[in-house]
Nanobody, 125 residues
């Protein structure tokens, strides 16, 4: 059973940084892609970034390019999201997700079969 556990959320001032982690277990992740999404209350889940486990290729949403960096540690089965120059509009619950089938619409949440429980990020102005 695939399990994803996020950590690293918290409260930070605008302009600050946070690093989120997603520990994965219960699967053979070398063939997966992993992603980060975020969601505000009453809104749809929004794509943030994605990484393919085998070759490390990455994709970012336009609104985080240049500020966020996604990475993974194969030995630890852990994915990271380094967030810098945070803005109040980055305040959301952040979720990690795993895509086993590698569909083409990677910015859509339905492409991902497994999800973590989420971690809250709050950016104060």
């Amino acid at each position: 059973q695939v399990r994803l556990v996020e950590s690293g959320g918290g409260l930070v001032q605008a302009g600050g940084s946070l690093r989120l982690s997603c520990a994965a277990s219960g699967g053979t992740f070398s063939s997966y892609a992993m992603g980060w999404f975020r969601q505000a209350p009453g809104k749809e889940r929004e794509f943030v970034a994605r990484i393919r486990w085998n070759d490390g290729s990455t994709y970012y949403a336009d609104h985080v390019k240049g500020r966020f960096t996604i990475s993974r540690d194969n030995a630890k089965n852990t994915m990271y999201l380094q967030m810098s120059n945070l803005k109040p509009e980055d305040t959301d619950v952040y979720y990690c997700a795993a895509d086993r089938t590698l569909g083409g619409f990677f910015w859509r949440e339905y492409e991902y079969e497994y999800w973590g429980q989420g971690t809250q990020v709050t950016v104060s102005s």
